[in-house]
């Protein structure tokens, strides 16, 4: 799965959570995983339409995506956002957290059997990606309904806080589609690299959406 962890990350954000907060919680196991590639603790095969929604054969990723290991990032990330963001509490650590393994239990739903349960343990995944029109289906799906959660709670500070949501779908729907119907890319470095550089484009636009929108009243802590 790709744009749609972001619709968890948007349906919780607008009051105790800004929502570039919740888009690094929901690619956060991905986040790491990339420069994870890079440094060889991980590995990815580029085999051409190897499902029938992209071309990553996800074959060794322990540290990063198996259950065991989503379960302990979720928990570091969650107790960091409380110590760094005190104001968010419990709650908003909580919710960080959630988020933050959200990222797992949606790639079950779309990977391959390539989800190891723990280091060395079977792998798990109902290979969702074999089947397209499903899979992008729910991946906008799931982007749209929460982008629709965060407009109800949020309101535009100006005329450019009406826009930034529909300049932040944009790039994330083509992001999505080219990973779905464009070329595979020519090797694992270059899949990490991208990975990271969309990764933190997504971010910094999520975070101008924050800038010009703001909680409705009934929303605020």
């Known amino acids: 799965m790709f744009i749609g962890h972001y619709g968890p990350a948007a349906a919780v954000a607008g009051g105790r959570i ?15 995983w990339a420069p994870f590639v ?15 929604s992209n071309h990553f054969d996800l074959y060794d990723m322990p540290y990063t995506h198996s259950l065991i290991m989503a379960l302990v990032w979720s928990l570091v990330a969650g107790a960091a956002y409380m110590v760094l963001r005190k104001r968010a509490g419990l709650i908003g650590g909580v ?23 723990w280091f060395g343990g079977p792998k798990v ?42 300049l932040l779908f944009v790039p994330l729907a083509a992001a999505q589609l080219y990973g779905n119907f464009g070329p595979p890319p020519e090797n694992a470095a270059i899949a990490a690299q991208s990975a990271i550089v969309a990764y933190l484009a997504f971010i910094v636009l999520a975070a101008i959406v924050d800038a010009t929108r703001e909680a409705k009243r009934s929303f605020l802590d």
């Open 18 to 32: 800004k929502l570039w907060h919740g888009f690094v919680a929901v690619q956060f196991l991905d986040i790491l």
């Open 38 to 52: 890079l440094l060889g603790i991980e590995h990815v095969r580029i085999v051409e339409n190897f499902t029938a």
């Open 95 to 117: 919710i960080i957290g959630a988020l933050v393994f959200s990222h797992w239990a949606l790639d079950f739903l779309m990977h391959k059997p390539d989800l190891a349960l």
């Open 125 to 166: 995944g109902l290979a969702l990606w074999d089947n397209r029109p499903v899979a992008v289906s729910l991946e906008f799906g799931l982007l749209l309904a929460g982008l629709f959660l965060y407009l109800t709670k949020t309101a535009a500070k100006n005329a450019l806080g009406r826009i930034t949501p529909i």
